[in-house]
Each structure stands twice: as structure tokens, then as C-alpha cells.
């Protein structure tokens, strides 16, 4: 079946990187736009980035360009979120999904980040 899973989240200081990582599984990886996701308690889930299938088009949310890289690795089946100069507005559970953003795709089940002092 199809599973995505998210991980290489944790507690960063602001200033600092991170790293998540969404091993994706079941489906033609390759075939699918994916994006990363992050919401917070009461928020809307917030679109963050866009990468293409085959990884040579990114979007990215205004809130986090320039700091943040989406990119992926067709022959491992995973996406990766490199975040850099993270600011503590950063903070959310952020989630990989499978399908552009306005398909109803597969989600994995989030991974918390947190940028405090």
C-alpha cells in the first residue's frame, strides 16, 4: 500500500538547518508533483513547496523562500526538505504528500519541527 513517512524533524535554535526527509512508498514515485505541507494547532494546512516530478520545478511559499529547498531523489524514492535560518514561525508539523496541491493525494503523517531558543 502507499505509505509516506516523514523524519529528520526535532528542536533547532533560530538561525539553525534542518533537514526532513519523506521516504515515499507504493505508488510510481517518480510520476508524482509532491509537496511539503506544515500546519500548526487551529491553522490551515499551509502549502510550503512545490517540487515537479522529475525535479526541476520548485515553488515555494513567499514565508519561506530563500531559506528553504525542496528537492528529491527519483531513484531513492524521496523528498527532501533542506531548511535553513529557521525562524521561530517555522514551527509546525510538517507533512509530504503526493500529488500537486490541489490533488487529493496521499499524505504521510507529519513531523514536528520546532525552532526555539
Known amino acids: 500500500q502507499v505509505h509516506l513517512e516523514e523524519s529528520g524533524g526535532g528542536l533547532v535554535e533560530p538561525g539553525g538547518s534542518l533537514r526532513v526527509s519523506c521516504a515515499a512508498s507504493?505508488?510510481?514515485?517518480?510520476?508524482?508533483?509532491m509537496t511539503w505541507w506544515r500546519q500548526t494547532p487551529g491553522k490551515e494546512r499551509e502549502l510550503v513547496a512545490t517540487?515537479?516530478?522529475?525535479?526541476?520545478?520548485?515553488i515555494y511559499a513567499d514565508s519561506v523562500k530563500g531559506r528553504f529547498t525542496i528537492s528529491r531523489d527519483n531513484a531513492k524514492n524521496i523528498m527532501y526538505l533542506q531548511m535553513n535560518s529557521l525562524k521561530v514561525e517555522d514551527t509546525a508539523v510538517y507533512y509530504c504528500?503526493?500529488?500537486?496541491?490541489?490533488?487529493?493525494?496521499?499524505w504521510g503523517q507529519g513531523i514536528q519541527v520546532t525552532v526555539s531558543s
Open positions: 517540487i515537479s516530478s522529475g525535479g526541476g520545478g520548485r
Open positions: 507504493g505508488f510510481t514515485f517518480s510520476s508524482y508533483v
Open positions: 504528500k503526493a500529488g500537486g496541491p490541489t490533488m487529493a493525494g496521499y
